[in-house]
Structures are given as C-alpha cells and as structure tokens.
C-alpha cells in the first residue's frame, strides 16, 4: 500500500508542476511586449513606445 501512496503523491506533484509551467507559458503568451510597437491598419501607420 505504500507504494501505490508514493505513485500518487508523485502524479499529483507532476500535475501541479505541469499546471504551474503552463500557466507560467500562457501569462507570458498574453503579456504585451516591452519596447516599441508599430502597426499598419486602415487608418494608417501607428508608432506606439511603451
């Protein structure tokens, strides 16, 4: 029986770190960058400094 304890306290170790890791991946995916950003669209050209 112990063993079986080890497994799953280790599976759900490796859950909550993947889920960490990912969550880590999404934030910085959504995160708007640092610098200069330029864009062109149907009202013309548009240099933003952040």
Same mark, same amino acid.
């Given at each position: 029986?112990?063993? #079986?304890?080890?497994?799953?306290?280790?599976?759900?170790?490796?859950?909550?770190?993947?889920?960490?890791v990912? #969550? $880590?991946?999404? $934030?910085q #995916?959504?995160?708007?960058?640092?610098?200069?950003?330029?864009?062109?669209?149907?009202?013309g050209?548009?240099?933003?400094?952040?």
């Amino acid at each position: 029986m112990p063993v #079986s304890r080890n497994i799953l306290i280790l599976l759900v170790g490796a859950l909550i770190v993947v889920v960490g890791v990912l #969550s $880590y991946e999404l $934030y910085q #995916s959504k995160k708007q960058p640092e610098g200069l950003q330029i864009n062109v669209g149907p009202n013309g050209l548009k240099i933003e400094g952040k």
